[in-house]
């Protein structure tokens, strides 16, 4: 019989992953938007599961309150919120139901070859811990990285921008 603690896990795991698939299938792109939120919430709940309240929170504010608002306006500013995407050609799902089965069988080998093993070290989640790596610039920090993270999402937002105005241009004219 399974724990508690298992069922929780298994639920919280079936949503990401089902929330994942129906994100990446949809036909429309906000929907698609709406169901990566979902997953990303999910992601949050297993961090709150592990009793990594810091992580949680930071994905709800980085993943789900920046990311996703920043897909969102940028879906609303292109104007194709509403249409209907096309569906990728047989060929492609094909091949992305061969990469997904591949990436399972690769996954139970490596799973049963090398099995789960606990570490030797006390993971420490602490705040502190975090905020000094994510500060850090030498080999154990995280600086470059999250600087890395915003230049991408301000050229994201740049290059959301200027598409939406040169659809406005093309239809004024």
């Known amino acids: 019989m399974m724990s508690a603690n298992a069922v929780i ?25 709406i169901w990566l939120l979902f997953s990303l919430m999910g992601i949050a709940g ?9 992580l949680a929170a930071v994905q709800i504010a980085v993943y789900v309150g ?8 940028s879906i609303f500013l292109t104007e194709q919120s509403g249409r209907e995407m096309q ?7 094909i091949f992305s139901l061969l990469a997904v089965a591949f990436g399972f069988v690769l996954t139970w080998l490596l799973i049963y070859r090398y099995g789960f093993h606990a570490g030797g070290r006390k993971f420490d989640p602490g705040v502190g811990r975090i905020g000094s790596q994510m500060l850090a610039t030498d080999g154990q920090g995280y600086a470059l990285p999250f600087e890395l993270a915003s230049v991408l999402l301000l050229s994201a937002m740049i290059g959301c921008i200027v598409i939406a105005m040169k659809t406005t241009k093309k239809s004024d004219a």
């Open 9 to 33: 896990f298994y639920m919280l795991s079936v949503f990401v992953l089902s929330a994942g698939i129906l994100s990446v299938t949809s036909r429309k792109i906000f929907r698609s938007a």
């Open 66 to 73: 920046g990311i996703v608002v920043l897909i969102i306006f």
């Open 46 to 54: 297993l961090y709150f599961w592990m009793e990594l309240d810091f």
């Open 87 to 93: 569906g990728p050609p047989l060929a492609r799902n």
